[in-house]
């Protein structure tokens, strides 16, 4: 497994502000989409590319695109559906499925209660957008799924990740081609499974619900 924080003063810059209390949810939702847009930018350097001939106003040239089939951007449910503006306006090409998953408080299974991709994803590269890895539970679930679905790569894209959920990541998914890109690799998770210094509730913040 790839685990790339990126390193990038902007980057740092706006997860500090994304981190402050004060921060109401409105610019929460516009450092967020910010954000997402320079870590997908280093996160689709490994997209499939082919060239192509073309005219320009001087002459005839070769240049690049991206290569068939369509990258698909995944958000996961609810809290990753923050993050998708900002990785469409990079890859406004790429399609777009959902994912809404949850943990079983009585088991800690992790449950799919909301499935929406394309029935066969083979040979296609998908991104999975989810603000917070904490306990590595839902995303390695989510991989998981993507996988036996047929995609050839999948590539996550986190705002904050803890130790903890990295390695459950690490240990869960190491026989499965996966990327992580991330803002930052944070201290560990408190009592209540909380990214200490994270940012809170990701959800609740870009809702609203923490105003």
């Known amino acids: 497994m790839r685990v ?22 409105n610019r929460f939702r ?32 070769t240049g690049t695109q991206l290569a068939g089939p369509k990258p698909l951007v995944v958000p996961i449910l609810r809290a990753g559906l923050g993050m998708l503006d900002g990785m469409t306006a990079m890859i406004p090409t790429a399609e777009v499925g959902f994912l809404g998953m949850a943990r079983d408080e009585e088991t800690l299974n992790i449950i799919t209660y909301a499935e929406r991709l394309p029935d066969d994803l083979t040979g296609r590269h998908v991104f999975v957008l989810d603000p917070m890895l904490a306990t590595g539970g839902t ?26 959920g990295i390695e459950r990541l690490r ?28 940012l809170g509730d990701a959800g609740d913040r870009l809702y609203g619900l923490a105003d």
């Open 4 to 25: 790339q924080v990126v390193d990038h003063p902007l980057v740092a810059h706006k997860l500090t502000q994304l981190r402050r209390v004060e921060t109401p949810s």
């Open 30 to 61: 516009e450092l967020t989409k910010e954000l997402v847009m320079l870590l997908s930018y280093e996160a689709s350097e490994t997209m499939a590319t082919e060239p192509v001939e073309i005219q320009t106003p001087v002459t005839a040239t």
């Open 139 to 164: 995303l390695a679930e989510a991989v998981r799924f993507l996988k036996r679905a047929g995609a050839a790569k999948v590539t996550c894209i986190c705002l904050l990740a803890a130790p903890e």
């Open 171 to 198: 240990s869960e998914v190491s026989d499965l081609e996966i990327e992580l890109f991330l803002g930052s690799i944070d201290e560990k998770l408190n009592e209540k499974a909380y990214i200490v210094p994270g």
